[in-house]
């Protein structure tokens, strides 16, 4: 598994700087019409490229053989862009309007909303194109995501990683807890506390000088686990909400009982520490069971995985916390044969699985976990069927998260709050307040109090 495609990435410069597009649209209702007059092409015929990054490109490549048999008239090119080289390229595309784009764009959820926000009719609408007959077919939450209107349909989900709690099941038993048995997590500072005096290890740990851009993975994953976000759906900003200050003021309880190792360094650093032993939880999402087995292989069995504790007691343990989609570029000339392999790759169980044997990307279309592959017990992972882990949070109600142009902004302050908190004990509601002033200062947008 690559490390890059799963890093939070800030949005490129010109997609903030809000350069719109200029006569790229999407589709009309005609398959072979686009809006503007221009072809979209035949569904069945037509030279795309698809543009992606490492593990992902090698799947989707992976799958054009059998693709080419159904379509022997759609001719494929799956270029690997890099991560995060493929945003930048992205988005001078777009901010050219639409010249020398691939014709299909794997895009990750922190930057579609940024996308459509800022280039109007950079991507196609996918619903001329037949793609809300899929509408429920994927993880909840998600087709908001990518129909915010339930109208226009602007990509189709991928990818979908719900929060984890990855622990070493052989520190918590030497300390004597039960980690099934944590509700919340309240009962996990305590257990912490247990852990640290019998074992050595901190909880978890956290960039806490916010060195690297995703910093506030574990501060997002708590709000996400109280159905919040940085804005609400109508964009309104909510970095100071209720839900936002009991999570930093737990970031805060775990700091100052001394529970948070320092991961300054971001990824390297995190990847150190786990081969250290220095933390007993990693709560990280789906993806990063693989990263464990790559990275300590000789601790096979002393690894556990669940949902991580409610942030409330009687709340919600599952939570979507990123996802990846497949667009298609609104400049396409071959719209119809590149929604044909969209169609193909994202909503066809046998091609999920595929990848998911590949790669372990985990979809988020819902019928591929019919698949035995996801319910084969984990030798690493003590005999669990970590698959079943995992879907059993997909499968729970969740709203969808907006990211908004915005995300890069909020992101940024965000991480700053929190570095004041673990390194400087700054009161968790005042400097969410700060924050959500000067984001609303710097975007326009109005804060909900």
């Given amino acids: 598994m690559e490390l890059g495609r799963r890093r939070v990435l800030r949005m490129g410069g010109a997609l903030t700087a809000g350069v719109g597009l200029a006569g790229v649209t999407g589709c009309s209702g005609s398959a072979g019409t686009a809006a503007d007059g221009g072809a979209v092409g035949e569904k069945d015929k037509g030279r795309i490229t698809i543009w992606s990054w490492q593990g992902p490109a090698a799947e989707l490549k992976a799958l054009t053989p059998e693709f080419s048999r159904k379509f022997p008239g759609i001719e494929v090119t799956v270029e690997d862009i890099g991560n995060p080289a493929i945003w930048d390229k992205i988005t001078t595309g777009l901010a050219g309007g639409g010249q020398g784009l691939a014709d299909v764009l794997h895009i990750g959820v922190d930057y579609l909303p ?41 990509a189709l989900p991928w990818e979908a990683n719900s929060a984890g709690f990855y622990y070493r099941a052989d520190l918590f038993e030497k300390a004597g807890i039960d980690a099934d048995a944590l509700q919340t997590w309240d009962d996990t500072v305590e257990a912490g506390k247990q852990l640290k005096a019998k074992t050595g290890a901190f909880l978890l740990g956290i960039d806490k000088p916010a060195s ?31 839900e936002a200050v009991k999570a930093m003021t737990l970031i805060k309880t775990l700091n100052d009982a001394d529970l948070v190792s320092d991961l300054a360094g971001g990824w390297n650093a995190l990847m150190s520490s786990l081969k250290q032993g220095t933390s007993a939880v990693l709560p990280w999402p789906t993806w990063f069971g693989g990263i464990i087995e790559e990275q300590v292989p000789d601790e096979g069995g002393k690894w556990k995985v669940r949902l991580p504790p409610a942030v409330r007691r009687g709340g919600s343990n599952a939570a979507t916390v990123n996802s990846t989609h497949l667009a298609v570029a609104g400049s396409s000339k071959h719209q119809a044969a590149a929604w044909s392999f969209i169609e193909f790759a994202l909503t066809r169980p046998a091609s ?29 992972f003590s005999g ?27 992101l940024k302050l965000v991480t700053d709050a929190q570095s004041k908190v673990l390194l400087k004990g700054a009161d968790p509601a005042r400097v969410l307040k700060d924050a959500a002033d000067q984001l609303a200062q710097q975007t326009g947008r109005k804060v909900v109090r």
Avoid: C
């Avoid at 998911?356 to 019928?367: C, E, H, Q, V």
């Avoid at 079943?388 to 969740?398: D, G, M």
């Fill in 384 to 410: 669990q069927k970590k698959g079943e882990v995992f879907l059993a949070a997909l499968k729970a109600p969740q709203p969808a998260f907006n990211y908004t142009a915005d995300y890069a902004r909020a």
């Fill in 352 to 380: 999920q699985v595929q990848i998911y044997r590949g790669k372990g990307i985990a979809p988020a279309l819902m019928t591929a976990y019919e698949d035995a592959v996801f319910h084969e017990p984990s030798t690493f």
């Fill in 114 to 154: 940024g996308y459509v926000e800022k280039f109007p009719g950079g991507l196609a609408d996918l619903a001329p194109l037949g793609a809300t007959a899929h509408k429920d077919a994927f993880a909840p939450g998600l087709w908001q995501t990518v129909s915010p209107d339930n109208k226009r349909v602007n």
């Fill in 212 to 242: 690297q851009a995703d910093a506030a993975n574990f501060f997002q994953m708590l709000l996400q686990l109280q159905g919040t976000f940085y804005f609400d759906l109508a964009g309104r900003i909510t970095l100071d909400s209720p």
